[in-house]
């Protein structure tokens, strides 16, 4: 899985 | 939240006692900059409601928290520059900005900076812990707010935890920052947990 694609973090 | 309820402290204890005497200007800075550079996403990605709401509050509250360090009375008269001196645009800055530009995963703008800014959070508390070494006495209110201030980066690493095994959700450059910016944190920690657990004001050796 990409977790890198889109920062949906703060 | 945490990271909210931190900003917020810090804004009430400035309005509340006029005075910014143990609060580093400069760490604000290095959150302005980390700021700037990661939600520069604002203009071309939308993610939630939530998500844009708290990176404005964040970005807008920290440049305000400057502007009254700094330039507004009578806060501004109680900032000591000459305590507040860490050289984090020597010390921080470009290490930071060659950590971004070695480990990006992926060469552009936008993740250069992401991975920039977050390598900079990740010691962009040293001004303030520096500076609370140096006065030893540490406020209430200032222990409250730097304790918040770490403790939001403690329970991002739950949520990672959480999420690796949810969703299968991988950040390695959040993690390692996330852990240098923990780990930070410990000293300071165990010092405000003494202080609390024996009902004393928090004095660092």
């Known amino acids: 899985q990409d977790g890198q694609k889109g920062h949906d973090e703060l | ?205």
Not at chain 2, 149 to 177: P, Q
């Open chain 2, 1 to 205: 939240m945490l990271h909210l309820m931190s900003i917020l402290l810090l804004l009430w204890k400035l309005k509340k006692s006029k005075s910014c005497v143990g609060i580093s200007c400069r760490m604000q800075e290095c959150y302005a900059i980390v700021f700037c550079l990661r939600y520069l996403d604002l203009f071309y990605q939308f993610i939630s409601v939530y998500n844009t709401a708290m990176k404005v509050v964040f970005i807008s509250s920290t440049f305000y928290l400057i502007f009254l360090m700094r330039f507004q009375p009578p806060v501004s008269a109680t900032y000591d520059r000459t305590a507040d001196s860490f050289p984090y645009e020597q010390y921080l800055l470009g290490p930071a900005a060659v950590l971004g530009f070695i480990s990006a995963e992926e060469w552009s703008i936008p993740e250069i900076f992401w991975t920039a800014s977050i390598w900079l959070e990740s010691v962009s508390i040293l001004p303030q812990l520096i500076l609370l070494q140096q006065l030893r006495e540490v406020e209430n209110l200032t222990a409250e707010f730097v304790a918040t201030m770490g403790a939001y980066r403690f329970f991002y690493i739950l949520n990672w935890i959480y999420r690796y095994f949810a969703e299968g959700y991988v950040n390695w450059i959040g993690w390692l920052g996330g852990i240098v910016q923990t780990g930070l944190y410990v000293d300071f920690f165990y010092y405000y947990a003494m202080s609390k657990w024996y009902g004393q004001k928090l004095v660092l050796p």
